[in-house]
């Protein structure tokens, strides 16, 4: 499923309440999210990825995953507000691989958490998942840092858990760069194992929008196109769950 040629956030919307989840070209995106402010500090946001700390929790294999992490509050109409830094917390059930544990990330940068790009993300966010539920008044929001690098001889896995739902609300997954990688393709599943879409992350701010109690998600793994060079791909991800 590719997003269509024009899009609005009541496209959207309609698409993630009729279908669980929605993909977006990155500058249909960009408009979307440039329409509450300006991207102004867009490239210290990406350069950021460049200070991500591996992820010790993956054991062996955490070589190839990097990460920082940010918990912020919201509420329906009112401001995102950073929250002090937290574990992320995810039970066995969405996570087998690493549930009923604390995690502790180093967390994200101070001037990326309340900078100019981050803070416009979140409002997006904020609008659009409280547009789809209303009833909602406030919100425990979590920013998660992604970067998957790759090797010739060892693929980056950037969902190593598999098709998983994430236990929030909602879910975005924002690309942000990548570089001399193949695949990556985000596969969206029904609980019962069926396909229902997939769309290959490959613009900075291409995005899934996902309601994550009904469909799962995941990516597959990624490879470096050209063996001998570094490769990476980086990802924003926001999960809004109701505080």
């Known amino acids: ?20 989840f929605a993909f977006v070209h990155g500058p249909h995106m960009r408009a979307l999210v440039e329409h509450l402010a300006p991207l102004s500090d ?20 955490g070589r190839f995953r990097r990460r920082r992490h940010a918990t912020f509050a919201a509420s ?15 039970t066995l059930a969405y996570n087998r691989l690493q549930g009923d544990i604390a ?3 180093e967390p994200v940068l101070p001037e990326i958490a309340t900078g100019a790009t981050m803070s416009a993300i979140l409002d997006f966010c904020r609008d659009f998942f409280g547009g789809l539920s209303p009833e909602i008044g406030q919100w425990h929001v979590e920013v998660h840092q992604f970067r998957i690098e790759a090797t010739a001889g060892a693929a980056g896995e950037p969902t190593p858990e ?10 975005l997954v924002l690309l942000v760069d990548r570089e001399n990688i193949a695949s990556g393709t985000t596969t969206i599943h029904a609980p019962d194992g069926r396909a229902l879409g997939e769309f290959t992350l490959a613009q900075p701010l291409d995005a899934a929008l996902i309601h994550d109690p009904r469909v ?28």
Not at 42 to 61: G, H, K, M, Q, R
Request: hydrophobic share 40%; net charge negative.
């Open 1 to 20: 499923m590719n997003a269509p040629l024009e899009v609005s956030e009541t496209t959207l919307h309609d698409q993630v309440r009729d279908e669980g």
């Open 216 to 243: 799962f998600h995941g990516v597959t793994p990624v490879t470096p196109l050209n063996p001998a060079k570094a490769s990476h791909r980086d990802v924003l991800v926001v999960t809004f769950r109701a505080a």
């Open 162 to 171: 598999g098709s998983h739902r994430d236990g929030v609300d909602y879910v």
């Open 76 to 90: 329906r109409f009112g401001h995102v507000e950073p929250r002090p830094h937290q574990a992320h917390f995810q």
């Open 103 to 105: 995690r502790w990330f």
């Open 42 to 61: 867009w490239e210290a946001f990406v350069a950021s990825w460049n200070a991500l700390e591996p992820d010790t929790y993956l054991a062996a294999t």
